[in-house]
């Protein structure tokens, strides 16, 4: 037996394992590599480049589990859904990022907008979309999404995705990366961020597109610039980590945590054909 086929018989019935173990391999090369050859401060082309291993990781256990890449990379396809998704997702990711200084406004203080010049968020939206975090998708929902939630409920899903998100961002916070205070608020921000995404993902019937789209808008810097002091009531947590985790609990009541969609519905698993959903139904949907 080859070496190659060995390999796609010890991932065959381990999706998830699998990929887990090709990310885990694939990221410490990257980073390894990254810190020997720039050290602690990593410039930004091995920031992007990081980024790509949950989309590596995917393309590489897909082809592994001898399914269809072709398929699996249609996702990218699926642009034409609702305009209403693109502008739900984009729009909860900028209310989280001026979420403080919509507050301070509303509480008297002073704020200095724009913060940056137009140019620079186009530039910001730009790159994470096309090369760096927003690829990551193909992996965390493309990938992941589908399949654990298949087993588990899409919320839980959605947070065990969003835990390992955060423990595989740092490597790049290490390197400089991350804006936040503490390590564990940044964890619950993502965990958030992922519920919203999976809720996005399931109820466009697996568009990509759109979950890219709004990973971008989550990237961007922010609009306004407070001039005083924080509120008080962000002492706790950050503006962006109340917004986020209001969304998420607010999302799962209303879809409920199994699906997160109101017609109780999955997207099929990209790659396979004739997917069976949780108990056992087929997996169909027309949510456009």
């Known amino acids: 037996m080859s070496r190659v086929a060995a390999l796609r018989q010890r991932a065959s019935g381990r999706p998830v394992g699998s990929f887990l173990v090709v990310l885990v391999a694939l990221s410490a090369l990257f980073a390894t590599t990254h810190y020997a050859v720039y050290g602690p401060d990593l410039p930004t082309l091995a920031v992007i480049t990081y980024a790509w291993t949950p989309m590596i990781s995917a393309g590489v256990t897909v ?3 001898d399914e269809s890449v072709r398929d699996w990379l249609g996702q990218l396809r699926n642009l034409r859904v609702g305009v209403h998704w693109y502008l739900a997702g984009v ?15 509303l509480l008297g203080g002073d704020v200095a907008v724009p913060k940056y010049p137009l140019a620079g968020y186009a530039l910001s939206f730009a790159v994470t979309l096309l090369l760096a975090g927003a690829l990551e998708e193909l992996g965390w929902r493309g990938f992941l999404q589908p399949r654990l939630q298949q087993r588990v409920g899409a919320v839980p899903a959605s947070v065990g995705i969003g835990l390992l998100w955060a423990l595989w961002h740092v490597p790049m916070i290490l390197g400089g990366g991350g804006n936040f205070t503490v390590f564990w608020e940044y964890v619950l921000n993502l965990v958030a961020i992922s519920v919203v995404l999976g809720w996005l993902y399931n109820n466009t019937e697996g568009a990509l597109p759109v979950v890219m789209v709004t990973h971008a808008s989550h990237n961007m810097p922010a609009v306004g610039d407070l001039t ?13 980590t109340v917004l986020y985790l209001s969304c998420a609990l607010l999302i799962t009541l209303y879809a409920g945590a199994r699906t997160l969609t109101r017609d109780g519905t999955l997207p099929s698993i990209p790659g396979q054909l004739g997917d069976l959903g949780l108990g056992g139904e087929e997996t169909t949907s027309s949510r456009r």
């Open 91 to 105: 729009g909860i990711m900028m209310l989280g990022t001026e979420f403080e200084t919509v507050v301070a406004l």
């Open 228 to 240: 005083g002091d924080v509120p008080a009531v962000f002492d706790v947590l950050s503006g962006d």
């Open 63 to 65: 082809w592994l589990l």
